[in-house]
T-cell receptor
Framework: EDQVTQSPEALRLQEGESSSLNCSYTVSGLRGLFWYRQDPGKGPEFLFTLYSAGEEKEKERLKATLTKKESFLHITAPKPEDSATYLCAVPLQGAQKLVFGQGTRLTINP | ETGVTQSPTHLIKTRGQQVTLRCSSQSGHNTVSWYQQALGQGPQFIFQYYREEENGRGNFPPRFSGLQFPNYSSELNVNALELDDSALYLC??????????????FGPGTRLTVL
């Protein structure tokens, strides 16, 4: 069964304390992996798309990487405004349907 | 460039009623997908519309139905509302990108509460 699992469910860091979020997937024929950021009560905001193992993308304090089994979202020297839920998703059904993990709720304390 | 918009923002209904949610896609996008997000969970795919035709459906009953209009805006209709239908309903738009997986851009969502 195609599955996307994120860990940890919740992560609390101090400002400036770097860490990584994990997204593991069991999908045959991966056609990309997406990372989104979601603030409470709002829609997901697109961050990155990764297409092949070894690919990396960066945006400000965030860097996403992809292997054949999982993706990592590294956050370097985070700030309180980075607090949000981070979602990863993979496309299925001929790329029509995104299957999401349950998200990692990240809290950065000042 | 106008992003994805949804209306209404919040809605309260009672069990058994029917509801219609609306979505306007981002400029230049011809594909709209709908998702249901329960509290603390990731979004679940309901269905997708491409050029006014349903183009894929998730594991949702037929009382969830949709439409897409010639201007690519879309509606999600839910009949016979149940308490478990309480959720954030998200609309996402995308446009074919020539072979690569399309990026879906999400609207702000409609919070539906069923009492």
């Amino acid at each position: 069964e195609d599955q996307v699992t994120q860990s940890p469910e919740a992560l609390r860091l101090q400002e400036g304390e770097s860490s990584s979020l994990n997204c593991s997937y069991t999908v045959s024929g991966l056609r990309g992996l997406f990372w989104y950021r979601q603030d409470p009560g709002k829609g997901p905001e697109f961050l990155f798309t990764l297409y092949s193992a070894g690919e990396e993308k960066e945006k400000e304090r965030l860097k996403a990487t992809l292997t054949k089994k999982e993706s990592f979202l590294h956050i370097t020297a985070p700030k309180p405004e980075d607090s949000a839920t981070y979602l990863c998703a993979v496309p299925l059904q001929g790329a029509q349907k995104l299957v999401f993990g349950q998200g990692t709720r990240l809290t950065i304390n000042p | 460039e106008t992003g994805v918009t949804q209306s209404p923002t919040h809605l309260i209904k009672t069990r058994g009623q029917q509801v219609t949610l609306r979505c306007s896609s981002q400029s230049g996008h011809n594909t709209v997908s709908w998702y249901q997000q329960a509290l603390g969970q990731g979004p679940q795919f309901i269905f997708q519309y491409y050029r006014e035709e349903e183009n894929g459906r998730g594991n949702f009953p037929p009382r969830f139905s949709g439409l897409q209009f010639p201007n690519y805006s879309s509606e999600l209709n839910v009949n016979a509302l149940e308490l478990d239908d309480s959720a954030l309903y998200l609309c996402a738009s995308s446009s074919p990108s020539g072979g690569l997986t399309d990026t879906q851009y999400f609207g702000p969502g409609t919070r539906l509460t069923v009492l």
